[in-house]
C-alpha cells in the first residue's frame, strides 16, 4: 500500500436553518480544500461524499455527480456514501483505500447535510430511520432516545449514580461549548462559554435522561479534503498529514448489541484495526476528534477508544484530563455538540479539524500544543457504523 | 435460502399477542426479531419457536420530543426488555406515567401485549410493537 496524504482540507461554518444549497455548500469547502493543496479541479480524479438525507432535505438524490460537476470536477466517477452520521468519514476511508492502492493519485473526499433546514420534526423522524425501521421505529424510538436508554445502562452497568452521572456529563457539555465557543465555524461560536452544570440539568427534556444541552444541535454545513500519493503530497505541501491507520465495523439493531452495551464492540474493532495499522495506542494519542452526538456518547466513545477505563471517563473529565493539556484532548473544536453536526459532512470536518491540529493551523485557545498524532471517531445509526481514522505529522 | 421466520409471519404473530423466534440448533440460542443467521453464531439452522413473553427491564426513556408525525403520542415511555430466554426486545411501556418513569424501573417484571403502529408514509405497511406493563 502507498503512504496516503492529507493535503488539503476545507469546511463552511456549520450552522442551522440556511439559504445556501447543499450542492452549493460543498463548494465552498471543496474548492477551499482545492486551493489549499495547490491543485486545480482537474486535478481531481474520483469525488467521495458523504450524504445521508439529501433526498429528504432537498429532494436530491445522487448528488455526489451534481457536487463534482459544480466545482468543474468534470466526467470523474462520482461516489455517494450513506452510513447515517459516519457518511463522510466512510467516504475519506475508502478515498484513502483508492489512493493507497495505487489507482488513483488525487481524491476529493467530503460531505454534505441540510439536517438543520428540515427542521425538528422532519429531522427527528428521519434520523430515526437510522433505528431498525421494522423492530425499533414502531415504539417511537428517537435518534436521543437510543442515547438516552444507554444514560441509564451505563449508570446501573458501571455503579455511577444517576446524580453523578449526569453532573460528569454536563461537565462534557461545558468543555465542548468552551471550544466551539471561540471557533469561527462552529454553529455555537460566540456562545454558550458560560454555560454551567445548573443550566444544563435545568435545560428542556428531550428525552429522560437527556436534556437540550446534552445534545447536539441539528445543523447545516459541508465539510471537504484533499487526498493524495506520498510523491503527489512531497510535491505539493512541506505539511502533509499522513493517515497511517483506519478501521471501519458494523453491527446490527440496538437490541442485538446486548451483549456488550454500553460498551460499543463496532468500535472497539474498529479503533483496534486502526491503531494496528498505524502501530499506535491509545496513549499516543495527542487529540481527538470523537463522536459526541450526546454527552453520555463522549464518555462511552473515550472509554472503547481506550482513553479511560470503562466506567471510569467522567472523572477525566472532572479532573480536565480530556481537555487540553490532559492525557488527551478531545474535541477542542467544539466537537457535534458546539462546532455542529451536518451529519453527511460531520466525518470529514472532523479530519478538517485534526489536520488543522498537526498543523498547528487552530485558534491559539483550541490549539494542542504541538500535537504529532490525531485521531477521528465517527458513529452512524444505534452504534451500527464505525469508522476511526488516525492521522499523523509528516515533517 | 429461505428464511426460517419472515417479518410477516412473525407481525403477524406479534399482533396475537404471539411472540415467534428462531432457536438455533448449533448454539440454542433464541434470535428474536427474525434473521437469517443466529445472532450468536451465525448459523442459519435455526427452527420457529414460540417465546415466553417474560421479562425484565433493561433500560427506558420518556421521550418528549416526537418525529413528525408523531408529535401527538408524547411523552412517551420506550423500554428494551430482556426476556426469560435471553433475547432484547423494545417496546413501550404502559400502565404508568411517562413523567415519573425512573431508573427504579430497571429490574422490574413486565408482561407483554401488542399494539399496532399503522406506519407513516415512509413505512411500507403497518407493524405490530410489543407493549409492556410492570407484575405487580
Known amino acids: ?395 | 435460502m429461505e428464511q426460517k421466520l419472515y417479518f410477516k409471519d412473525y407481525n403477524e404473530a406479534l399482533k396475537q399477542n404471539k411472540l415467534l423466534g428462531l432457536k438455533c440448533r448449533a448454539c440454542g440460542t433464541i434470535t428474536i426479531p427474525p434473521k437469517m443467521a443466529c445472532r450468536q453464531c451465525g448459523s442459519p439452522d435455526m427452527q420457529v419457536t414460540e417465546v415466553k413473553t417474560d421479562g425484565k427491564i433493561v433500560t427506558f426513556t420518556t421521550i418528549f420530543v416526537g418525529a413528525e408525525g408523531r408529535e401527538n403520542e408524547v411523552p412517551y415511555t420506550v423500554v428494551i426488555v430482556e426476556l426469560e430466554e435471553g433475547p432484547w426486545l423494545m417496546g413501550n411501556l404502559e400502565g404508568i406515567d411517562p413523567k415519573a418513569a425512573s431508573i427504579e424501573l430497571i429490574g422490574k417484571k413486565v408482561k407483554m401485549s401488542t399494539k399496532v403502529f399503522p406506519g407513516d408514509k415512509y413505512s411500507p405497511g403497518e407493524t405490530a410493537s410489543p407493549v409492556f406493563s410492570l407484575v405487580n
Request: aromatic content about 8%; proline content about 4%; charged content about 20%.
Open chain 1, 1 to 395: 500500500m502507498k503512504k496516503v496524504a492529507v493535503v488539503g482540507v476545507g469546511q463552511t461554518k456549520f450552522s442551522g436553518p440556511q439559504d445556501k444549497t447543499q450542492v452549493e455548500l460543498f463548494a465552498e469547502a471543496a474548492t477551499d480544500a482545492i486551493e489549499g493543496s495547490n491543485l486545480k479541479p482537474k486535478d481531481i480524479k474520483a469525488l467521495f461524499l458523504g450524504n445521508a438525507l439529501g433526498d429528504f432535505e432537498e429532494g436530491q438524490g445522487m448528488i455526489a455527480s451534481y457536487a463534482a460537476e459544480n466545482i468543474g470536477c468534470m466526467y470523474v466517477p462520482t461516489n455517494r456514501y450513506e452510513g447515517a452520521c459516519a457518511s463522510a468519514s466512510m467516504a475519506v476511508r475508502d478515498a484513502f483505500m483508492w489512493v493507497a492502492s495505487g489507482y488513483y493519485d488525487i481524491v476529493l473526499a467530503g460531505g454534505i447535510e441540510r439536517a438543520a433546514t428540515m427542521g425538528t420534526g422532519m429531522a427527528t423522524r428521519t434520523f430515526a430511520m437510522f433505528s431498525d425501521s421494522r423492530y425499533e421505529f414502531p415504539s417511537g424510538i428517537t435518534f436521543p432516545g437510543v442515547f438516552a436508554m444507554l444514560t441509564y445502562l451505563y449508570s446501573k452497568t458501571y455503579n455511577v449514580p444517576l446524580d453523578k452521572l449526569r453532573e460528569q456529563m454536563a461537565k462534557v457539555s461545558i468543555q465542548s461549548y468552551k471550544h466551539g465557543s471561540i471557533n469561527p465555524r462552529a454553529q455555537f461560536f460566540g456562545k454558550n462559554a458560560d454555560m454551567t452544570v445548573e443550566k444544563v440539568l435545568g435545560s428542556f427534556v428531550v428525552c429522560t435522561p437527556l436534556t437540550l444541552h446534552d445534545c447536539c444541535p441539528f445543523s447545516d454545513g459541508a465539510a471537504a479534503v484533499v487526498l493524495a500519493s506520498e510523491e503527489v503530497a512531497k510535491k505539493l505541501t512541506k505539511k502533509p498529514v499522513y493517515i497511517t491507520g483506519t478501521g471501519q465495523s458494523s453491527s446490527g439493531p440496538l437490541i442485538n448489541q446486548k451483549d456488550f452495551l454500553p460498551r460499543i464492540r463496532s468500535r472497539e474493532i474498529s479503533s483496534q484495526q486502526a491503531y494496528k495499522m498505524a502501530g499506535r495506542k491509545p496513549d499516543d494519542i495527542d487529540v481527538c476528534e470523537l463522536h459526541d452526538c450526546f454527552s453520555i456518547a463522549t464518555l462511552i466513545a473515550s472509554e472503547s477508544l481506550g482513553f479511560f477505563e470503562y466506567g471510569k471517563s467522567g472523572e477525566a473529565w472532572e479532573k480536565g484530563e480530556a481537555d487540553i493539556g490532559g492525557k488527551v484532548a478531545v474535541n477542542p473544536s467544539g466537537g457535534l455538540k458546539a462546532k455542529g453536526h451536518p451529519i453527511g459532512a460531520t466525518g470529514a470536518g472532523q479530519v478538517y479539524e485534526v489536520a488543522r491540529q498537526l498543523r498547528g493551523e487552530m485558534e491559539p485557545d483550541n490549539q494542542v500544543p504541538d500535537a504529532k498524532i490525531g485521531m477521528t471517531d465517527t458513529l452512524g445509526g444505534d452504534c451500527a457504523t464505525i469508522v476511526n481514522m488516525i492521522l499523523e505529522r509528516g515533517w
